[in-house]
């Protein structure tokens, strides 16, 4: 508040003897006539008190105090109205303008000290006590401001986390290696904003380097050409520390330091080994953030998490290939065995498979289930295992009951292979690759729906190679001739197989 006193009054005598009383006790003050200087001078000098005379020219009491009020509606500035018409009325009608008080004229100056020091006093205390007030709730407001923060922040780590725990899982979970470093490039960089990464990698632990994996963000045709040692060098440093490491640190040991500095020259900034079992599988480099921040140490710990994750899926992944190739070598032993009981089809399953996988990546199927129509048809005649040889190579026709033999074949090809964990899923396809749509096939005499799409696509293979193939007793038909012969049999196989295997053929993909 200013230190001055506003006096408004149309008698200048007034006002001199006002001025006069209030300078004894230390006040200073300033003079107005009439309302609308009154007025001017509130604005100008923003006084601590107001006396107000009721009847001015321009403007009278009232209208000003209500004028001031609309300037200052917290009613920090005190007013008291000076009137010779003392009545209830006219005080009334002043309360309701604005005023905290009234003196009758003729006035004591002792009564204007009095009230003056009272008023000014009051509005002292009432100001104080509002920047107190305001300073708290600025405390309370801050405070509250920092609990959101803190909220914020909390719920954006415990987001994190969850979306941490949610990747950390597909990562563990993919199989295929191209999949994972696509998955495990876009957590990365959605995570920590970067503009580009690289990650150099070893799928059989019996490599003794790193090889370009993928990348994104920078120009990798001479990184596609560069091999890291996994035993020298920065991959040995990684290892040992098992930390992130800054790619232009001067700490770094020379050999590593000539690697790391390679590396920069692309663009990338930083790197954090993949590490399992005390072996390392791989290394990712990152670069700088897009928005041009430098890296937290949260930033660095999720990295390290994600980092982490993609290590354990790689490491299952490479086991897992490993388990396919035993599986691949068992069942091409087994095939081997099949052709080696029937010699009039050597070559027979090996086509069929070959056949059934164009047909399924063809059709759309996805990667998983491309294998399973892959292994099916590998293994669709693994039951004949189960049947002598000379009903296999018999020349003649076969008697009732050799026949019953053979059609035996596809639920004893499903009874062999149902307990390999690695080709239960085939056993579908074993057991009912010779189904036919209208229920004329075996073993169960099944119909449209019942056989399932892998089924269908193995029965068109297998019954597609049959045809263009020699036997003792008939030569092969050409692939254009066991088209024909399968479109016309739209009652017992899939019109839409038949349909792709028709563009694999047109295309020259299939020739015999």
């Not at 920065?234 to 000539?258: C, F, G, M």
């Not at 004893?412 to 056993?427: D, P, R, T, W």
């Amino acid at each position: 508040m200013s230190g001055s006193i506003l006096i408004v009054d149309d008698d200048p005598n007034v006002v001199e003897l006002i001025t006069e009383t209030l300078k004894t006790r230390g006040y200073e003050t300033d003079s107005a006539y009439d309302g609308e200087r009154a007025l001017e001078k509130y604005d100008e000098t923003h006084p601590k008190l107001v006396l107000l005379d009721v009847i001015l020219p321009k403007k009278d009491g009232f209208q000003v105090c209500s004028e001031i009020r609309k300037r200052n509606s917290s009613e920090d500035t005190p007013i008291i109205m000076i009137s010779s018409d003392y009545i209830p009325e006219t005080m009334i009608k002043g309360f309701k303008a604005g005023a905290q008080d009234f003196i009758k004229k003729p006035f004591s100056l002792k009564e204007i000290l009095a009230k003056v020091e009272n008023l000014i006093t009051q509005a002292e205390i009432k100001h104080s006590l509002k920047e107190h007030n305001e300073l708290l709730e600025g405390e309370v407001q801050k405070g509250q401001d920092d609990y959101e923060r803190i909220n914020r922040e909390l719920r954006k780590k415990i987001l994190n986390m969850r979306t941490l725990f949610g990747l950390s899982q597909d990562l563990n979970r993919l199989r295929d290696p191209d999949e994972l470093v696509h998955i495990f490039f876009l957590t990365i960089i959605g995570q920590l904003g970067i503009g580009s990464i690289a990650l150099f990698s070893s799928v059989d632990e019996r490599e003794e380097h790193l090889s370009f994996s993928g990348s994104k963000g920078i120009q990798d045709n001479v990184l596609m050409t560069v091999r890291l040692s996994s035993n020298t060098g920065l991959p040995q440093y990684l290892l040992s520390n098992h930390n992130i490491v800054d790619l232009n640190s001067p700490e770094l040991p020379e050999d590593a330091r000539r690697e790391a500095q390679f590396m920069a020259k692309f663009g990338l900034s930083f790197c954090y080994p993949l590490v399992v079992k005390s072996k390392i599988l791989g290394i990712v480099f990152i670069g700088d953030k897009v928005n041009e921040r430098e890296y937290l140490e949260d930033d660095f710990e999720v990295l390290k998490s994600i980092c982490n994750s993609a290590a354990t899926g790689l490491e299952n992944g490479r086991l897992y290939k490993e388990l396919e190739e035993t599986y691949l070598s068992t069942i091409k032993i087994l095939v081997s065995t099949i052709e080696a009981k029937d010699s009039y089809t050597k070559g027979h399953t090996e086509r069929v498979a070959e056949y059934a996988s164009m047909l399924a990546e063809e059709m759309g199927l996805d990667k998983k289930e491309i294998d399973v129509v892959r292994f099916g048809a590998a293994l669709h005649d693994i039951g004949k295992l189960g049947i002598y040889e000379d009903i296999l190579n018999k020349p003649g026709e076969l008697t009732k009951q050799e026949w019953m033999m053979v059609r035996s074949h596809p639920e004893v090809g499903a009874n062999i292979i149902k307990n390999m964990k690695f080709l239960e899923s085939a056993c579908d396809l074993v057991e009912h690759h010779h189904e036919r749509l209208d229920g004329s096939g075996y073993p169960h005499g099944l119909r449209d729906g019942e056989i399932s799409t892998g089924a269908r696509i193995v029965a068109v293979a297998d019954s597609f190679d049959a045809m263009t193939s020699d036997r003792p007793y008939r030569g092969g038909l050409s692939v254009i001739e066991a088209l024909k012969e399968l479109e016309k049999q739209y009652d017992k196989f899939d019109e839409r197989v038949i349909g792709h295997l028709a563009d694999l053929i047109k295309e020259g993909r299939i020739k015999k």
